[in-house]
């Protein structure tokens, strides 16, 4: 299982810097369980991180000055030293952008973690408890009100597909639109079942990286399928290692290899360092 998109054809667009460790949500869809050579490590506490210098080469050598942080299977808002790794990235790469991939839950707790970043993406199901916790675990919704409100730049919506909220996404769409949301990106699960595109219904009103944007309630909303998004990255891993392909799945590993879903229970990761505190 791999993506399909085309490698060394499309442009370097952006950098991911992808931690390991323990999380504190437990998403059934998680990419992180497809790569396995990533289950031991947990860099969470880890200044400087392996491999970083290397990438930030990397960065250099195909003019990307955004860099964003992620995680593989863990809340990049976990990790221990923020405030170093943007002042490393900024020592290099002119005319950084800082931008972070998470799933909120740690939003208002650190404004001082957040006010670091110039820009970045909520995962967000849905605004139903029950639908929330089968695709990302136990705990409390982030207060995306809250988190916009306090924030100087706005974050973008990234709602994963799944057959728990499905039903409700134009629900969902309409809420976050009442909310102030700009940007939503509606994204095809990995590993899973594939969804297709449920938005054909509406006008496209243009196309992003080869993806389909509609304008829904004011609002960008693109579908994206990592397997044919025309798009390149520079990835560092949590192991040191650092790939110029866009399917991150392939990049963790000298081998590359990749487990298919069938691999994992439907309730999806189970390992014990992924078990952490909640909120």
């Given at each position: 299982?791999?993506?399909?998109?085309?490698?060394?054809?499309?442009?370097?667009?952006?950098?991911?810097?992808?931690?390991?460790?323990?999380?504190?949500?437990?998403?059934?869809?998680?990419?992180?369980?497809?790569?396995?050579?990533?289950?031991?490590?947990?860099?969470?506490?880890?200044?400087?991180?392996?491999?970083?210098?290397?990438?930030?080469?990397?960065?250099?050598?195909?003019?990307?000055?955004?860099?964003?942080?992620?995680?593989?299977?863990?809340?990049?808002?976990?990790?221990e030293?923020?405030?170093?790794?943007?002042?490393?990235?900024?020592?290099?790469?002119?005319?950084?952008?800082?931008?972070?991939?998470?799933?909120?839950?740690?939003?208002?707790?650190?404004?001082?973690?957040?006010?670091?970043?110039?820009?970045?993406?909520?995962?967000?199901?849905?605004?139903?408890?029950?639908?929330?916790?089968?695709?990302m675990?136990?705990g409390?919704?982030?207060?995306?009100?809250?988190?916009?409100?306090?924030?100087?730049?706005?974050?973008?919506?990234?709602?994963?597909?799944?057959p728990?909220?499905l039903?409700?996404?134009?629900?969902?769409?309409?809420?976050?639109?009442?909310?102030?949301?700009?940007?939503?990106n509606?994204?095809?699960?990995?590993?899973?079942?594939?969804?297709?595109?449920?938005?054909?219904?509406?006008?496209?009103?243009?196309?992003?990286?080869?993806?389909?944007?509609?304008?829904?309630?004011?609002?960008?909303?693109?579908?994206?399928?990592?397997?044919?998004v025309?798009?390149?990255?520079?990835?560092?891993?949590?192991?040191?290692?650092?790939?110029?392909?866009?399917?991150?799945?392939?990049?963790?590993?000298?081998t590359?290899?990749?487990?298919?879903q069938?691999?994992?229970?439907?309730?999806?990761?189970?390992?014990?360092?992924?078990?952490?505190?909640?909120?």
């Amino acid at each position: 299982m791999g993506c399909l998109n085309s490698e060394g054809q499309f442009s370097h667009w952006f950098g991911n810097i992808h931690l390991s460790g323990p999380c504190n949500r437990s998403c059934y869809f998680c990419i992180g369980q497809h790569m396995m050579a990533l289950d031991s490590l947990n860099v969470l506490d880890t200044w400087p991180l392996p491999g970083i210098d290397d990438f930030i080469a990397k960065c250099l050598l195909k003019d990307v000055s955004e860099v964003n942080l992620t995680g593989s299977n863990t809340d990049p808002l976990l990790y221990e030293h923020l405030p170093e790794l943007k002042s490393h990235l900024k020592r290099y790469i002119p005319h950084l952008t800082f931008g972070l991939r998470t799933n909120g839950v740690l939003a208002i707790q650190h404004p001082e973690l957040w006010s670091l970043f110039d820009k970045g993406s909520i995962s967000f199901p849905s605004f139903r408890s029950d639908v929330y916790t089968k695709m990302m675990g136990p705990g409390q919704i982030p207060d995306l009100a809250q988190i916009l409100k306090k924030s100087s730049w706005m974050p973008k919506i990234n709602i994963v597909l799944g057959p728990e909220n499905l039903p409700h996404l134009a629900e969902t769409i309409s809420l976050l639109s009442d909310l102030g949301v700009q940007k939503i990106n509606v994204r095809e699960p990995y590993g899973q079942p594939h969804i297709g595109d449920p938005l054909t219904s509406f006008p496209q009103d243009s196309t992003r990286f080869g993806m389909p944007v509609y304008k829904i309630h004011g609002v960008d909303v693109i579908y994206w399928d990592v397997h044919y998004v025309e798009v390149e990255s520079v990835n560092l891993y949590a192991n040191g290692r650092v790939s110029l392909t866009y399917p991150v799945t392939k990049g963790h590993a000298p081998t590359g290899k990749v487990e298919d879903q069938s691999h994992f229970p439907k309730s999806g990761r189970v390992r014990s360092q992924w078990l952490t505190v909640l909120d």
